[in-house]
T-cell receptor, first 114, second 113 residues
């Protein structure tokens, strides 16, 4: 998983707080994907971004969740007013151009909600 | 139609044995089928992948068999080793439409010494 950097690796929040998860793609990659992995389950697609543009957000919950990938800096997945059900591992993957595989994954952020 | 079904959920194999994990899909537009290996606390790492123009792909001890008509594909791990103990995920995507991966539920493989 060298190259895709996610931080923090672990994040603890109380119910109602905000969580910000950051992802820096591999060098030269301009496309970022976010996936969520609930305990004992596979990864579920959330959102796909290109710099300054959301390509596909069909997997994002309608409320409280947002994502951005600015021209400069990492991609951010933001969860407002967290609830216990948001506890999961959130993984970011990157690819160099639209439609090109494979996607390279980071080691994830483990979000725990107290 | 976007689901990928994976089985078994867990698998225990003796060292030196063959591990076989199966996946089935519905969406005939899928055109790229990777397998990922995940160790605890780590992200998924690409193991091997296949496109539907071939029926088999082999890389070292890992082989993907692909049956387009049955919409099934499988991972075979030959000469399984304790270091192969991990969770394995199959996935599928339409490369030309943005490439969101649809994952199977995962198989927890344990290789006993």
């Amino acid at each position: 998983n060298a190259g895709v950097m996610q931080n923090p690796r672990h994040l603890v929040r109380r119910r109602g707080q905000e969580a910000r998860l950051r992802c820096s793609p591999m060098k030269g990659h301009s496309h970022v994907y976010w996936y969520r992995q609930l305990p004992e389950e596979g990864l579920k697609f959330m959102v796909y971004l290109q710099k300054e543009n959301i390509i596909d957000e069909s997997g994002m919950p309608k409320e409280r969740f947002s994502a951005e990938f600015p021209k400069e800096g990492p991609s951010i997945l933001r969860i407002q007013q967290v609830v216990r059900g948001d506890s999961a591992a959130y993984f970011c993957a990157s690819s160099p151009v639209l439609g090109v595989q494979p996607q390279h994954f980071g080691d994830g952020t483990r979000l725990s909600i107290l | 139609q976007q689901q990928v079904k994976q089985s078994p959920q867990s698998l225990i194999v003796q060292k030196g044995g063959i591990s076989i994990i199966n996946c089935a899909y519905e969406n005939t537009a899928f055109d790229y089928f990777p397998w990922y290996q995940q160790f605890p606390g780590k992200g998924p790492a690409l193991l091997i992948a296949i496109r539907p123009d071939v029926s088999e792909k082999k890389e070292g001890r890992f082989t993907i068999s692909f049956n387009k008509s049955a919409k099934q594909f499988s991972l075979h791990i030959m000469d399984s080793q304790p270091g192969d103990s991990a969770t394995y995920f199959c996935a599928a995507t339409e490369e030309t439409s943005g490439s969101r991966l649809t994952f199977g539920e995962g198989t927890q493989l344990t290789v006993n010494p």
